[in-house]
């Protein structure tokens, strides 16, 4: 089994490592600078482009019901978000 990581601190943990050897896992690094292969950063940026770019929210409370209007309406998007995060990857390791 791969695990396919960012390259965080977090995921780059000793005890991290370790655990995956245990478990047969390999872990496989997305390269340095690469957030287009990271389907969580298409999301964000794609959400930024929905809910920031050109907008300013005088009240954070304004800000916080746009971001939760825009994750509970997250189907009418879905389209869009289709060809964005895709699982067109290719096979590591084969």
């Not at 390259?7 to 943990?13: D, I, L």
């Not at 690094?29 to 959400?47: D, G, M, Q």
């Not at 800000?63 to 879905?78: D, P, T, V």
């Amino acid at each position: 089994m791969y695990f396919i990581l960012d390259r965080g601190p977090s995921n780059k943990a000793l005890s991290v490592r370790e655990l995956a050897k245990k478990l047969n896992i390999e872990i496989v690094f997305l390269p340095a600078y690469s957030p287009n292969l990271n389907p969580i950063e298409r999301l964000w940026k794609f959400f930024k482009k929905k809910v920031l770019y050109n907008q300013y929210y005088e009240k954070f409370k304004d800000f916080k019901l746009i971001c939760a209007s825009f994750f509970r309406g997250i189907r009418k998007y879905e389209l869009e978000l289709a060809t964005l995060i895709t699982d067109n990857f290719s096979a590591v390791g084969t």
